[in-house]
């Protein structure tokens, strides 16, 4: 089923159904129509799926996948269009641009934490770019999304099936682990690929910072889908002198997020399965929390939970914890602090919570990460404007915006040259001499002007206005000149 599923796709990339910008729009706002008309069933589902309550569904997923659509919409014509560059001497005159195209038949595969943005922001690219989708939709929430394109439904199976046939792109977000096995089928047709994993990312506080803003912003982060996001802050770093006032700042949040007993709250979700809850509490095995620390397995639910005093070396410290267990390492100062996050793989995002520039500016400089949020947690990823994507361990490729276009399109290098100036060419054709080397080394230089289209044609007026200039001046200065010597003479005579 999958074969002939991937075959239809393929057979209609073909035959150039995507490709007119006027399609690509009326898919673009078919989505859009799609999200808008079925928001209560998207919230209904995930309600099923992790308890998210049904304003949360709308505020992590939905607006920004509207945001992301309206972008695309409104900017298509523009990211499609011809991008000009420099040319050469020997191209001046001839036409070299970059021209984007469609890539073929993308596989998207997404991801059950947050099904809706990490599956169809990916898609809205795919969309913009011409490159017909296929989906492997996690939860129950994909029947809506179904009858708009190919999709299925289901886990490590039908992932296996799908990954034996051949596509153009594979967008995957979820583990490293399977992400290893997306890349390996993937090499064995030579596709390319966007993974978007995860990893351990750090939060550094540091002692002068506001604390009770800082901890209400990490502790939003941290809890938020029940802990269960690929960057959220997964371990605190701090120095000892703070730790106290830091686990405070969380309790007081905490309170005021979640009242008394997160368990009733409606705004407190739950572990997205039995498996995944065993895991989590696996990692807490042999640690007192600091705060929380309960569980209730019928549920699912494991309340908010801070463990201080965390040795570099515990179990919690050697994977990405991707649940509401909130570690704080002690380090002596920031350069430790830097020393602590650089011997370890790069992380999906680090955060920065200082009010010191020089600090913020280390961090900067002397750390490696997919990206980096300073005074807070997460925001980077709401701007579409900004890459989001990891590094090394973290992932590879990116998207959000025009990158999910650029990255899902095929970057086609054009020169179109005229049957003219056949002279220029001549110092390319044998026999050659030292004459005709030197030739070709002054036609390969890139001019200090970009002669892109409008460039060159505003270069050509005002080198001709240069030249008329200088000859109008050139004439009055003889004229000038010639009167000059007349009126001598006038004068000699008269004398």
Same mark, same amino acid.
């Given at each position: 089923?999958?074969?002939?599923?991937?075959?239809?796709?393929?057979? @209609?990339?073909?035959?150039?159904?995507?490709?007119?910008?006027?399609?690509?729009?009326?898919?673009?706002?078919? /989505?859009?129509?799609?999200?808008?008309?079925?928001?209560?069933?998207?919230?209904?589902?995930?309600?099923?799926?992790?308890?998210?309550?049904?304003?949360?569904?709308?505020?992590?997923?939905?607006?920004?996948?509207?945001?992301?659509?309206? /972008? #695309?919409?409104?900017?298509? #014509?523009?990211?499609?269009?011809?991008? %000009?560059?420099?040319?050469?001497?020997?191209?001046?005159?001839?036409?070299?641009?970059? &021209?984007?195209?469609?890539?073929?038949?993308?596989?998207?595969?997404?991801?059950?934490?947050?099904?809706?943005?990490?599956?169809?922001?990916?898609?809205?690219?795919?969309?913009?770019?011409?490159?017909?989708?296929?989906?492997?939709?996690?939860?129950?929430?994909?029947?809506?999304?179904?009858?708009?394109?190919?999709?299925?439904?289901?886990?490590?199976?039908?992932?296996?099936?799908?990954?034996?046939?051949? *596509?153009?792109?594979?967008?995957?977000?979820?583990?490293?682990?399977?992400?290893?096995?997306?890349?390996?089928?993937?090499?064995?047709?030579?596709?390319?690929?966007?993974?978007?994993?995860?990893?351990?990312?750090?939060?550094?506080?540091?002692?002068?910072?506001?604390?009770?803003?800082?901890?209400?912003?990490? !502790?939003?982060?941290?809890?938020?889908?029940?802990? &269960?996001?690929?960057? #959220?802050?997964?371990?605190?770093?701090?120095?000892?002198?703070? &730790?106290?006032?830091?686990?405070?700042?969380?309790?007081?949040?905490?309170?005021?997020?979640?009242?008394?007993?997160?368990?009733?709250?409606?705004?407190?979700?739950? $572990?997205?399965?039995?498996?995944?809850?065993?895991?989590?509490?696996?990692?807490?095995?042999?640690?007192?929390? #600091?705060?929380?620390?309960?569980?209730?397995?019928?549920?699912?639910?494991?309340?908010?939970?801070?463990?201080?005093?965390? +040795?570099?070396?515990?179990?919690?410290?050697?994977?990405? $914890? *991707?649940?509401?267990?909130?570690?704080?390492?002690?380090?002596?100062?920031?350069?430790?602090?830097?020393?602590?996050?650089?011997?370890?793989?790069?992380?999906?995002?680090?955060?920065?919570?200082?009010?010191?520039?020089?600090? $913020?500016?280390?961090?900067?400089?002397?750390?490696?990460?997919?990206?980096?949020?300073? @005074?807070?947690?997460?925001?980077?990823?709401?701007?579409?404007?900004? %890459?989001?994507?990891?590094?090394?361990?973290?992932?590879?490729?990116?998207?959000?915006?025009?990158? !999910?276009?650029? &990255?899902?399109?095929?970057?086609?290098?054009?020169?179109?040259?005229?049957?003219?100036?056949?002279?220029?060419?001549?110092?390319?054709? +044998?026999?050659?001499?030292?004459?005709?080397?030197?030739?070709?080394?002054?036609?390969?230089?890139?001019?200090?002007?970009?002669?892109?289209?409008? !460039?060159?044609?505003?270069?050509?007026?005002?080198?001709?206005?240069?030249?008329? /200039?200088?000859? !109008?001046?050139?004439?009055?200065?003889?004229?000038?000149?010639?009167?000059?010597?007349?009126?001598?003479?006038?004068?000699?005579?008269?004398?």
């Amino acid at each position: 089923m999958e074969m002939q599923v991937v075959q239809r796709a393929r057979e @209609n990339f073909l035959a150039g159904r995507s490709r007119p910008l006027e399609f690509r729009v009326q898919q673009l706002k078919s /989505l859009q129509r799609m999200i808008t008309d079925r928001q209560g069933e998207i919230a209904t589902a995930l309600k099923q799926d992790i308890n998210r309550s049904q304003y949360d569904t709308p505020l992590l997923e939905l607006i920004g996948l509207e945001n992301e659509i309206s /972008l #695309a919409v409104s900017k298509l #014509a523009q990211w499609a269009a011809p991008r %000009p560059v420099e040319k050469s001497l020997l191209t001046i005159s001839d036409q070299v641009y970059i &021209q984007p195209e469609p890539l073929g038949v993308v596989l998207i595969i997404g991801a059950w934490n947050y099904p809706w943005a990490l599956t169809l922001q990916p898609l809205v690219g795919a969309i913009a770019a011409g490159t017909p989708p296929m989906f492997i939709f996690p939860l129950h929430s994909y029947s809506s999304i179904a009858e708009l394109y190919p999709v299925v439904c289901g886990g490590v199976s039908e992932t296996q099936e799908l990954l034996r046939q051949r *596509f153009d792109h594979i967008f995957y977000t979820g583990n490293s682990t399977v992400g290893k096995l997306v890349m390996e089928a993937a090499a064995r047709h030579l596709t390319p690929v966007t993974l978007e994993l995860g990893g351990k990312s750090p939060c550094y506080i540091d002692k002068d910072v506001d604390l009770r803003v800082a901890c209400r912003r990490i !502790t939003w982060g941290k809890f938020v889908n029940c802990g &269960q996001t690929c960057i #959220a802050p997964d371990y605190i770093l701090c120095e000892p002198s703070i &730790q106290n006032r830091v686990v405070e700042g969380i309790r007081q949040t905490l309170l005021e997020f979640y009242g008394p007993d997160p368990k009733s709250s409606p705004d407190y979700g739950r $572990i997205i399965n039995q498996r995944h809850f065993n895991h989590v509490m696996a990692l807490l095995d042999g640690y007192t929390a #600091a705060l929380g620390g309960q569980s209730d397995s019928s549920q699912r639910y494991i309340a908010p939970t801070v463990v201080k005093d965390v +040795p570099p070396h515990a179990r919690l410290m050697q994977e990405e $914890i *991707f649940g509401p267990l909130l570690p704080i390492v002690t380090v002596s100062d920031i350069d430790d602090a830097i020393h602590f996050i650089s011997e370890r793989e790069k992380p999906l995002a680090i955060y920065v919570f200082s009010s010191n520039k020089k600090v $913020i500016k280390r961090m900067l400089a002397e750390t490696t990460s997919g990206g980096v949020t300073v @005074n807070d947690v997460m925001m980077h990823y709401t701007l579409n404007s900004l %890459p989001f994507g990891g590094v090394g361990q973290s992932g590879t490729g990116r998207y959000h915006g025009k990158h !999910t276009f650029d &990255q899902l399109s095929h970057h086609r290098a054009c020169l179109v040259k005229s049957l003219g100036m056949e002279e220029v060419n001549m110092v390319w054709y +044998p026999p050659q001499n030292h004459q005709k080397a030197r030739r070709v080394r002054l036609t390969m230089r890139t001019p200090l002007v970009d002669f892109s289209r409008k !460039t060159y044609i505003w270069a050509v007026t005002a080198t001709v206005f240069a030249f008329g /200039l200088l000859v !109008t001046l050139t004439a009055i200065l003889l004229i000038a000149g010639g009167l000059n010597c007349t009126c001598w003479r006038v004068w000699q005579i008269w004398r």
